[in-house]
């Protein structure tokens, strides 16, 4: 069974950082380009960040540019988002999500997503 | 980015009826456009790809259409399990953009 399992999330104060983790199991994690999706409470879907199957390409939302690092271990079937100056609008559930294909920028869909991990950013 | 607009936002359906939700895009997506399906509490859900296939046992009531810039979702017959929040996916031009979301919700 494909499974992705999110951990690290919590609460946090304006500015400080956290780090994401997502345990991916069921498929080959090296075959494809992984996300993080993020859904504030009672809101939309917004993107965060995609990573390629190899690391070669990486892509950011402009809200979080400069901030969150995306990273894998496929030698650990992991994901991963160092989340810096951490701000109030990043609070949100964030989920790793698996891709179609190989290249996160490839023009397919988000195949599996995982249930989330919540982040609250709050003083 | 790409901006894509769903409508309507929300819609009241009883079982039985034929539902459509749309999504235009801004610009141009060819055939790259995704739908999903989520339930409070739950992961999305992959339903449609490439604009009109479907996603590996998803029911076939669902099913989509359109290319360019204006995109159909439709369930023929709505089932109680349907009733939840909708959304579309561009990914032809990063960054990848979703609509706003369609809740469908019990008449």
């Known amino acids: 069974e494909v499974q992705l399992v999110e951990s690290g999330g919590g609460l946090v104060q304006p500015g400080r950082s956290l780090r994401l983790s997502c345990a991916a199991s069921g498929f080959t994690f090296d075959d494809y380009a992984m996300h993080w999706v993020r859904q504030a409470p009672g809101k939309g879907l917004e993107w965060v960040s995609g990573?390629?199957?190899?690391?070669?390409?990486?892509g950011y939302a402009d809200s979080v540019k400069g901030r969150f690092t995306i990273s894998r271990d496929n030698a650990k079937n992991s994901l991963y988002l160092q989340m810096n100056s951490l701000r109030n609008e990043d609070t949100a559930l964030y989920s790793c999500v698996k891709h179609r294909s190989s290249g996160w920028s490839h023009p397919d869909a988000f195949h599996i997503w995982g249930q989330g991990t919540m982040v609250t950013v709050s003083s | 980015d790409i901006q894509m607009t769903q409508s309507p936002s929300s819609l009241s359906a009883s079982v039985g009826d034929r539902v459509t939700i749309t999504c235009r895009a801004s610009?141009?997506?060819?055939?790259?456009l995704s739908w999903y399906q989520q339930k409070p509490g739950k992961a999305p859900r992959l339903l449609i790809y490439a604009a009109s296939s479907l996603q590996s046992g998803v029911p076939s009531r669902f099913s989509g259409s359109g290319s360019g810039t204006d995109f159909t979702l439709t369930i023929s017959s709505l089932q109680p399990e349907d009733f939840a929040t909708y959304y579309c996916?561009?990914?032809?031009?990063?960054?990848?953009?979703f609509g706003q979301g369609t809740k469908v919700e019990i008449k």
């Open positions: 990573i390629s199957w190899n690391s070669g390409s990486i």
């Open positions: 996916l561009q990914t032809y031009s990063p960054p990848p953009t």
């Open positions: 610009q141009s997506i060819s055939s790259y």
